[in-house]
């Protein structure tokens, strides 16, 4: 064991505390549409690291779109961001590709650079697949990168909306994944700012009790939430920057303390609502300070 892992590990120990990854989503889509250059995914990378956080892990959404491993992972190992990969699950020829850019990645780089791998994202919320279906292709994602390509260390799991895992037709991803990625947006819940906390914590409680039941001990990561910054009103949910402040203060920093966290998003500012921390001068959005 190297000495600074140690430390780290006699740190964790010592406040009782796992250390969890603090992440971002990052669309391998800049806002004008293009597909990131390998230069822009690095300067993603260090704007993420650079921020009051100090993020340490960055989630993306596919592998061979926009050939996103391709370009990103390079960039990854040169900032020392960790990735949470996607495996697009949709349809059986992009899935293909999406094993075959994680494939090569793999090959080409390594396993020390990947957090975890995702097969799919929101799949089941917008009930394109079958819970049997998607459970199969975790299973066999799970086979490509821990058995024969040997990542035994890296799990691998899903992503979904806390109200696709709460749904009892689907306990057999659960029962599939080595973790459960959990998206909750108060925002889309219509919630107003001052009840987001009690509606968040409330969706990741429903979630873990679920999966705790089915399948103890996995772990659930906040693969998505945050608060956006402009756009549409959405019931008692109204976007400001002040608004996407009082979340983060309350919700994200409570997130880091107790569970790997991905905030949504990087940078957004061409979508309405727009969820992004970084804006179009490259600078933050509101603080992002704990
Ligand atoms: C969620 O669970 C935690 C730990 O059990 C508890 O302290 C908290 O009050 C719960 N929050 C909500 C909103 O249910």
């Not at 990645?105 to 650079?113: E, L, P, Q, S, V």
């Not at 799990?155 to 599939?176: E, F, L, M, P, R």
Request: hydrophobic share 40%; with cysteine.
């Amino acid at each position: 064991m190297r000495l600074s892992t140690l430390l780290t590990t006699t740190f964790a120990l010592s406040r009782g505390v796992t250390a969890f990854w603090k992440g971002l989503n990052v669309g391998a889509n800049n806002p004008d549409g293009s597909c990131k250059t390998q230069a822009q995914w690095e300067t993603a990378f260090k704007a993420l690291a650079g921020l009051p956080p100090k993020f340490t892990a960055a989630r993306l959404f596919a592998s061979s779109d926009c050939n996103t491993l391709q370009n990103a992972v390079p960039a990854a190992i040169a900032t020392g961001i960790k990735l949470l990969v996607g495996v697009w699950t949709e349809d059986a020829i992009h899935y293909g590709a999406e094993k075959a850019a994680l494939e090569a990645a793999i090959k080409a780089h390594g396993c020390d650079w990947m957090m975890a791998v995702s097969a799919g994202s929101e799949d089941l919320y917008r009930g394109d697949t079958t819970a049997a279906t998607l459970a199969g292709q975790i299973h066999d994602v799970r086979g490509m990168v821990q058995d024969s390509l040997g990542c035994k260390k890296v799990k691998v799991g899903h992503v979904d909306t806390w109200t696709a895992w709460v749904n009892g037709a689907n306990t057999d991803v659960i029962k599939a994944c080595d973790f459960v990625g959990n998206d909750a947006y108060p925002y889309w819940q219509g919630s107003t700012i001052s009840q987001s906390s009690d509606v968040f914590w409330t969706a990741m409680n429903q979630t873990r009790d679920v999966v705790n039941k089915v399948k103890p001990g996995t772990l659930v990561f906040i693969t998505e939430t945050g608060w956006p910054v402009t756009g549409s009103s959405f019931g008692s949910s109204v976007p400001s920057k002040a608004n996407a402040q009082a979340y983060w203060k309350s919700v994200g920093c409570a997130a880091l303390k107790q569970a790997h966290t991905f905030w949504y998003a990087y940078e957004d500012y061409s979508s309405n609502p727009s969820f992004g921390v970084i804006g179009q001068n490259g600078k933050a959005i509101y603080s992002l300070t704990c």
